[in-house]
């Protein structure tokens, strides 16, 4: 009672220190204590209700003021949110802030912001550029001081007028390396921060790159046959004379058709000047270093005798130094798949430069949250990361991302689920601790009828990407607006925990939601996890819990991915008992595959299997086979996944428009309530 009204009484002191001028940066006085509300069996955090924000857009900003204001922002949304950051315009600027319906004031400049809060910050935490992992560890410190994270260089403009921060911790040639600065944190700051979540946030990004990089290159050579399985693997031969003529010559790999994945991979690559090799090299080995000019997100893989590969929207560019006066310089590469060569003379930037970012920083220095960003693919990484997760309870949520990339999604949601801790991708979720302070609206999901069960093929799409909570926030909000959706019926993946997260977010996708549109649970329920990788003794009593809040977000129909060392796995008898006691489920789509179908397991419970795709000529390629195969004498049931990066419902709309009057397009609630009839199940 006594903590009851003690927020109480704060929450008063905030609102009356308010209600005096037109803007929140009228407020002068510094809150005494977190208005943070967390019930214990609350999933996320509430903050205290939104009442005036004061803007900043940081856009463009440096990296280091870009930390310096999300760590502002925690410290002071942590009694009452007031700040809002404009970081991203994916979906525009102001879409979501405008959506809030709250009185807010752009600031011409993010210094005034600084200015108005100074009093209410303790000082600063100083990091150290030379070891980039510093920035976590002066977030974690910011959390527990109160303080905001400054570069060297911006310390020294907050230590002077009229700023007059003092500097609470310098971490400059505190640590040697990454390994050396997260031990430290563990052993002297893990005791102080909160144990109900963990943040894991890569330490930098990669730098803006400017709009025209593309025009320093031209292409030299392209696939034109949108190949995926190397059918189309040779040694190319590759003039690159027309770049001669300054010292360096950029040799740029893309991929050619960047909706489907399937772009550049290269295994080989001989660089000739007038005959005479100057470089050989397969990725990923020692020679292939000293060329790699920009690795941006490509990666490499062990497959085909070793290659480096980029899908996508990613890239990679190799850097050669051709001797004074060459007349000639040619390449041979063995390459497959889509690829896109192109080749300039002109010094592009590289994403390889880094600056610290914010985001998700906000939250985590607001909840007092470690912060730490290990590889679960290096050894001693690994056992620190291990060492964390065994500390917190069954049913803690992992709040941001892992590194290196899919292989580090793959290793490091395993790792968590074996510990009892569920993923939320939420390391580009900007202004959690201003959603944090909205509110459910009361909302009665419309339960759509299914149709007659007949001799038809039953399609089903599902948009991907539902384990991705700034998805939610970003390209979801894109796809929903997209002028086509309600067209075809379309299952959009999302997270129950935006019932705590961003309860605004939740309100609009199910108050501007179509009779054709359902949004149900994205992997593997109310969190990303892993179910045959959960330990077997805390996974029916987290199933119990976080039902509630597919119950009270309506996402009652779950998507589910389960993997072990890295493969896709079938539900275990057990786990798949567990779906069918807790969540009583009409049904349960499974994994990401290259074929679909139906199983009834355990005779109650039907299971869909997913066969993504990322084109529309996918779709209609897998239904025409579906189509193929079927004997028209009993209802077939499809599932198609769609990559969200790639799709969009006017794609869909175009999709289903070219199929013949034997298919029918359905939402996943009338799916499964077709698979039972067509089963003999009871309907739910």
Known sequence: MIRKLTVIGLAIVCTLSMSIGASAADSKEKPQASTITWPEKQALPSFSKIKQLDVADIYDAPGDIKILMATLQG????AEPRIYLLEN?????????????????????????????????????VYDPNVPDSVNVATTLA??????????????????????????????????????????????????????????????????????QGDLFKVIAQDTTQERDGK????????????????????RFDDAFAQDGWGTAVHEVTIKADGNTIAKFIPGTPEEKPFLYDAQSSQVSEGNGGHRFADNNRYFIYKFTPPAGAKQLTASVDMWNQYKVSAGNEQPVSSE????????????????????????????QKALFEKILSDVKPGTPYLGWF???????????????????????????SNLTVFSGTKANAFKEKAAQAPKLENKIYVTYTFSEGDNFQYNQHKMRILWDDPSRGKVPLNWTSSPLLYDGAPAMLNYFRETATDNDLLIAGPSGAGYFYPNAWPAESFTAFLKQSYSYMEKTGMTIPYVLNRVNSE????????????????????????????????????????????????????QKILADAKAKW???????????????????SDIAELQASLGPEYAAVRADQYFSLIRSANGLPAK
Do not use: C
């Not at 410290?75 to 942590?78: A, D, L, M």
């Not at 405008?98 to 200015?115: A, E």
């Open 75 to 78: 410290v002071v949304n942590r």
């Open 89 to 125: 315009k994916e979906e525009g600027k102001f879409t979501w802030l405008n959506d809030l319906n709250v009185t807010y004031k752009v600031r011409d400049d993010y210094w005034q912001i600084v200015r108005t809060y100074k009093k209410e910050i303790n000082g600063m935490i």
């Open 143 to 212: 959390g527990l001081k109160g303080a905001v994270v400054a570069s060297p260089e911006l310390a020294k403009k907050l230590q002077a007028e009229p700023y007059s921060l003092k500097v609470l911790d310098d971490l400059q040639g505190k640590f040697k390396d990454r390994l050396d600065a997260y031990t430290w944190q563990y052993e002297n700051l893990w005791s102080q921060t909160t144990h109900r979540m963990l943040v894991g946030l890569s330490p930098d990004t990669s730098i803006r790159l400017p709009d025209n």
């Open 232 to 251: 189309n693997r040779k040694v190319y031969d590759l003039d690159l004379s027309a770049s001669l003529g300054k010292s360096d010559v950029y040799l």
């Open 353 to 380: 430069q880094k600056e610290p970012y914010g985001y998700l920083r906000d939250y985590a220095v607001a909840n007092k949250a470690m912060v730490f960003w290990l590889d679960s693919n290096v050894p001693e």
């Open 403 to 429: 590194s290196n990339d899919v292989d580090g999604e793959f290793s490091g949601v395993e790792i968590t689920s074996n510990h009892g801790v569920y993923v939320l991708a939420a390391d580009w979720f």
């Open 568 to 619: 896709n796995v079938p539900l275990s008898d057990a786990h798949a008992a567990a779906y069918i006691k807790e969540y009583k489920p009409q049904g349960l789509f499974l994994s990401w595959e290259d074929r679909h179908g139906v199983e009834i397991v355990g005779g109650k419970l039907p299971v869909s299997t997913i066969q993504g795709i990322s084109t529309v000529q996918d779709g």
């Open 631 to 649: 004997d028209g004498k009993s209802p077939l049931f499809v599932s198609l996944g769609l990559l969200a990066w790639s799709l969009t419902p």
